[in-house]
């Protein structure tokens, strides 16, 4: 039996036995057919997915491998059925409605067009499926595939939308194509965006300028927290008050930026502090200022060396130390600065592998400042914050010790102090 017969089995039974008249036995054939397939496609399309969602999840979860496990994470196969029920039902259109062509013709091409649709999410499935595939290896989890998914996703749609113009209208592929290349200047400013976001991704990716997790500032747009998402049009960044902040991608090769993943790998976070010293609280030391000193544990055996090596050379030069001025001294600003030296050498969570000194900078109008740099070993926000505190508020507490004062502005209490001080007495 052929296709045609097949097709008007009803139809020749209802017009055999004079059941209905040719108009109705035309209706009722197509209507039986369309029934008929519709329960076949049904159950076909209740077979497969069973065998996408119960067997094939059955089997990937025995494999050595992930992919396969994404695959069905992402639904590729459930869409695949989807794809061939569509492509059973598209063949068998003409079956059904043999008596009714036009119909025919609109219905086909609404199938085409349903049937493109579900091959790009079908595409995009397996897309998804390579990206989580990829965010299982170290080296990619840092790497922004999302950009380079949304690009083949974009030129996967543009395709999908000619060949469905194409199959609406009937015309060949080759003229559509033809005329995107006269409106290639039109797209090239519509995606104009989009493609500097692209070019943009790919440079970052490949100076490896940002990755996900990075810790970045960017204070023109008011960015300081954690990158979550790079993408083509946008990066996403995760601020430490729990606001986002969106930055357009092109921004990060175009503008300049702080990121503090060279601070995140290395070995310490550094810690570059001043205290600022009256100036004149800074004094030659004397004796008795010496055998105070060298009570101070830290710096003990290098104030009594220190000042064995000055005493000899003013013998050896002759120098009169009736003016203390003369010859060589030590200062209570130098032994506190080599006590700050020692400190920061015993401190358990400094990095002693990384740069540390404390050293004096210019002079300014608010006093000297005194600048300690050194690295914390642990740089995580919290806990540095803590390492740095606690350092400087021993060093603070340690200054009157040096017999030397911190300068800060007079508070209201001062200014009170220091008028009743000028206030004329009752006797005047």
């Known amino acids: 039996m052929d296709k045609t017969s097949l097709a008007r089995y009803f139809y020749n039974l209802f017009i055999s036995n004079d059941y209905v008249g040719e108009t109705a036995a035309i209706y009722l054939n197509a209507l039986i057919n369309i029934i008929i397939l519709s329960f076949f496609s049904f159950i076909a399309f209740k077979l497969l997915r069973y065998v996408a969602k119960s067997l094939l999840y059955r089997l990937s979860s025995k494999t050595k491998t992930q992919f396969d496990d994404f695959l069905v994470k992402n639904k590729v196969f459930v869409y695949i059925s989807n794809l061939i029920i569509l492509f059973i039902l598209y063949e068998f259109i003409p079956v059904i409605l043999i008596d009714f062509p036009d119909f025919e013709i609109y219905l086909e091409k609404v199938f085409e067009v349903v ?3 579900v091959a790009i999410w079908i595409l995009r499935s397996i897309l998804m499926t390579f990206k989580d595939y990829l965010r299982t290896f170290a080296s990619f989890k840092d790497k922004p595939i999302e950009s380079y998914i949304q690009v083949f ?5 543009i395709v999908g939308i000619i060949i469905v113009f194409s199959a609406i209208t009937g015309k060949p592929l080759v003229k559509f194509l033809a005329a995107l290349g006269a409106f290639s200047a039109v797209l090239l400013l519509i995606f104009k965006d989009t493609i500097l976001g692209f070019v943009a991704s790919i440079q970052v990716t490949v100076n490896d300028t940002v990755r996900l997790g990075d810790w970045i500032t960017m204070e023109k747009y008011g960015a300081d927290g954690d990158v979550y998402e790079i993408n083509l049009a946008s990066v996403k960044v995760r601020n430490f008050d729990n606001t986002i902040t969106t930055i357009p991608t092109y921004y ?15 070995g310490g976070r550094r810690i570059k502090r001043s205290i600022l010293i009256k100036a004149n609280s800074i004094k030659f030391l004397s004796e008795s200022d010496i055998e105070e000193l060298k009570k101070i544990k830290l710096i003990s055996t290098y104030i009594q060396n220190k000042q064995q090596e000055v005493n000899e050379y003013n013998l050896k030069h002759k120098v009169d130390k009736t003016v203390q001025i003369n010859g060589r001294n030590q200062t209570n600003f130098g032994a506190f600065r080599i006590y700050i030296d020692h400190y920061l050498d015993q401190h358990p969570d400094i990095n002693k592998d990384m740069m540390m000194m404390t050293r004096q900078l210019a002079p300014t109008a608010e006093g000297i400042p005194l600048e300690l740099y050194a690295f914390s070993k642990d740089k995580i926000w919290a806990n540095y914050e803590r390492v740095m505190a606690g350092i400087f508020d021993h060093l603070l507490a340690a200054i009157p010790y040096f017999e030397l004062e911190c300068f800060e502005y007079p508070s209201g209490k001062d200014l009170k102090s220091l008028s009743s001080t000028f206030e004329p007495s009752k006797d005047t």
């Open 115 to 117: 049937i493109i649709f």
């Open 252 to 266: 990060l090769i175009s503008d300049s930026f702080k990121n503090w993943r060279g601070m995140s790998i290395s």
């Open 153 to 157: 996703m974009i030129i996967i749609w």
